[in-house]
């Protein structure tokens, strides 16, 4: 996989919601996952870094 950025990676910024909890019946029976992607928390518990203000 190739990505196109505009500054070097900064892990403690990487951030992601586990595949299995958004309500999506995926057409696997088990997934392959790297343990960076095991780690990631449910959607009901994602602490989003970002902030929605309505008044923008």
């Known amino acids: 996989m ?4 505009t500054s070097v990676h ?8 586990a595949w299995d ?7 696997v029976a088990e997934a392959e996952l790297s343990p ?3 780690a990631h928390p449910a959607l009901s518990s994602f602490d989003s ?8």
Not at 10 to 16: K, M, V
């Open 2 to 5: 190739l990505y196109k950025v």
């Open 10 to 17: 900064a892990p403690e910024c990487d951030a992601g919601i």
């Open 21 to 27: 909890s958004i309500g999506f019946v995926w057409p």
């Open 36 to 38: 960076r992607d095991r």
């Open 49 to 56: 870094p970002f902030v929605f203000d309505p008044a923008r």
